[in-house]
């Protein structure tokens, strides 16, 4: 089992900054991507970020390209996410999540086998 644990959310005005920190325990060496994902309320779970721990590869959603960064300390188990230029539709819950499998369709929430509590964040505007 992995246990998935997130940071580092809370209130930021728009424009502003925040980074979220996603820490990892237990059998991390099976996990083949770690991603980030965000729900708002009365929407569905969408894909925001991940990377492949092997091959370093990354990808993001095109709301947040140029603006989010994804990055890893393999030494911490830990998974970062730095948002800047947050807009108002920013607004979510972020979940940080393991893929074991290395599906092909890596911005599939249910192809994510584990999942941390979730952090709020919201943008004022």
């Known amino acids: 089992q992995v246990q998935l644990v997130e940071s580092g959310g809370g209130l930021v005005q728009a424009g502003g900054s925040l980074r979220l920190s996603c820490a990892a325990s237990g059998r991390t060496f099976d996990i083949y991507a770690m991603g980030w994902f965000r729900q708002a309320p009365g929407k569905e779970r969408e894909f925001v970020a991940r990377?492949?721990?092997?091959?370093?590869?990354?990808d993001y959603a095109d709301s947040v390209k140029g603006r989010f960064i994804i990055s890893r300390d393999n030494a911490k188990n830990t998974m970062y996410l730095q948002m800047n230029g947050l807009k108002p539709e920013d607004t979510a819950v972020y979940y940080c999540a393991g893929d074991q499998n290395g599906y092909y369709d890596y911005a599939e929430w249910r192809n994510y086998e584990y999942w941390g509590q979730g952090t709020q964040v919201t943008v004022s505007s």
């Open positions: 990377f492949t721990w092997s091959g370093g590869t990354t």
